[in-house]
């Protein structure tokens, strides 16, 4: 896959490519990240990218001029890319989303700074993504964000059944983990982990993940379609809690 970012601060945002597995999907070749500094694409003596909002107010606005000189280079290079714009008006970014973006051969993400971008930017973009309601002073975390999210649904990126047990992809929230060492100041690991016992297992983690996200996440507890393991787990559940009530 190939992900393109075009940046004012493009240091900043180098960063996401030199830590943990996307680190070495870059080096396998699995994902092609490539950043661009906007002030390479402007013309002036001082590399100027923004100006003055026409119509008055505060703040200031991306200038129109780099972008189309950018997106006029980066196509002759590679092509027609889906270009996302990172913005708080966005498409809420999701695990669903995500692994949406994942299934585009090649994504350009543009990230805006000051109050937004020139209106007729928008001209070139795909699709508006936003990380979440809250204000940023620009978009270059939601631009990792982005492709931290996407990079996981890259096959290869990491392992597949690891993706699946993840929250979110069956509209649960994940079961606990626990490693070594078995005791740890008198706090055990549950007794069903160590028995060697796969179906017990699966079934006591489907429990803790129906028990988990029906208090803290009641929302995607009621939208979640039960499968037979939910089932058996749900039954379990609510026999152990009667059997401790009586
Ligand atoms: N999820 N920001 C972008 C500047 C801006 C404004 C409008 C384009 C259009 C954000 C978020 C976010 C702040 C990044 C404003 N660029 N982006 N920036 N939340 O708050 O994505």
New binding site residues.
């Given amino acids: 896959m190939r992900v393109g970012v075009v940046t004012i601060f493009p240091d900043f945002v180098k960063v996401i490519k030199d830590y943990g597995v996307i680190a070495q999907a870059v080096e396998n070749g699995l994902i092609d990240i490539e950043i661009f500094n906007l002030r390479d694409f402007t013309t002036d003596k001082h590399k100027v990218v923004d100006d003055y909002p026409y119509g008055g107010g505060p703040g200031m606005v991306?200038k129109p001029e780099p972008f189309f000189r950018f997106f006029e280079f980066y196509s002759q290079k590679y092509g027609k890319p889906y270009v996302l714009?990172?913005?708080?008006?966005?498409r809420r970014?999701t695990n669903n989303f995500a692994q949406e973006l994942a299934s585009k051969e090649h994504i350009l993400i543009?990230?805006?700074?000051?109050?937004?971008?020139d209106e007729r930017v928008s001209h070139f973009v795909d699709e508006?993504?936003?990380?979440?309601?809250?204000?940023?002073?620009?978009?270059e975390?939601?631009a990792m964000v982005v492709i931290d999210a996407v990079s996981r649904f890259v096959p290869g990126v990491v392992e597949e059944e690891s993706v699946k047990n993840d929250s979110f992809y069956n509209d649960l929230l994940d079961h606990p983990h626990y490693t070594r060492p078995r005791e740890i100041e008198g706090l055990k690991v549950p007794e069903v982990l160590v028995s060697g016992n796969h179906e017990e297992v699966e079934l006591w983690r489907r429990k803790e993940s129906l028990k988990k996200t029906m208090l803290k996440r009641p929302d995607l507890f009621i939208k979640h379609t039960f499968d037979e393991l939910d089932k058996k787990a749900l039954i379990s559940l609510f026999r152990e809690l009667m059997s401790n009530a009586q």
Avoid at 85 to 90: A, F, K, M, R, V
Avoid at 128 to 139: A, K, P, Q, R
Wanted: glycine share 20%; hydrophobic share 35%.
């Fill in positions: 991306m714009l990172t913005s708080p008006q966005g970014l543009i990230c805006g700074r000051y109050e937004g971008i508006e993504v936003s990380i979440g309601d809250y204000v940023l002073t620009g978009g975390l939601p």
